[in-house]
């Protein structure tokens, strides 16, 4: 048994995870380079063109440790009703402060809620979804990639479509904290906002309301988002009314009510700063996991109410 691996590409990119790929243990059968724009385009040339009993999807940016090809062959052998496989895409070392410190976040169930899986080491799960693999790491059998397609009209967020058809289908899906790839993070908060907010616009493009529903963790930074805004609203109002930013409400003091989820958001996330930066022993981090955990809420529930702006316009 052997592997292909597809890395799609935009024409400019440097191919980093070649050289990991070069120095596994168990040689790679066969490395598939596309290049172009349209990524998910990409990926679904590339699977057509294996020709080995597996077919890695990775990413340009990505690298892997020299035991991934060898644990990927022992998975299969080990559990051969499982179709795909995924695995963490950790934070790898030689990142910037930034990148490293957002990787915490990402890996906190306070940052990423159940989608944080994906970003640190979990349990063997033979049962897996889209919330605990992404294509940056996951490895199918080839009769995957002949029958399920990579969605050429989304990207990103093209990887839990992927594996909610392919369950569709009938395929299984794996998690295995074995199977370990490291993906470079973003390196400020803009390219953090940048990237968390095209996920949430690409929900409502993936699903309908009714189906999100039934996820319901990633509707919380959407109704976070609106109810700032409704807040906002609020104290303009106020100001503009009654000079003062919250209003009496008859006298009775009930605008201060208003506030209470903003007030028990920061401390929850004050709570979450100061654990996150003790469990991976970098107290530093603590002065900027505050900020990047709000980056990471309110881009995703911004990029989540401009995709149902444009979905209902």
Known sequence: MRISVVIPSAPEDELRVVESLKRQKEKIGQVVVVRGRNTSKNRNRGGRAAREDFVA??????????????????????????????????????????????????SSIFGAANVSKRYGLGKLNLSASETDVTSSNLICRRVVCENVNWDEEIYPGEDPKF?????????????SPDIVGYNKRRDNFAGLFKQIFKYGVMRPRKESFSQTIKMPLFLVPFLFVLYLVFLLINIVGNLFLTGNVIGSWGGSGFGWVLFFPLIAYLLLNILFSIYESAKNKDLISVLVLPLIFATIHISYGAGMLGGYLRKFK
């Open 163 to 175: 594996i909610a058809d392919a369950k569709k289908a009938g395929f299984k899906v794996a998690y």
């Open 57 to 106: 999807f990775t990413n340009s940016h990505s690298s892997f440790p020299e035991d991934w090809s060898e644990n990927v062959i022992k998975f299969f052998e080990l559990h051969p009703e499982i179709d795909i496989v995924g695995g963490p895409q950790l934070t790898p070392e030689g990142n910037s402060f930034f990148g490293r410190t957002s990787g915490y976040a990402l």
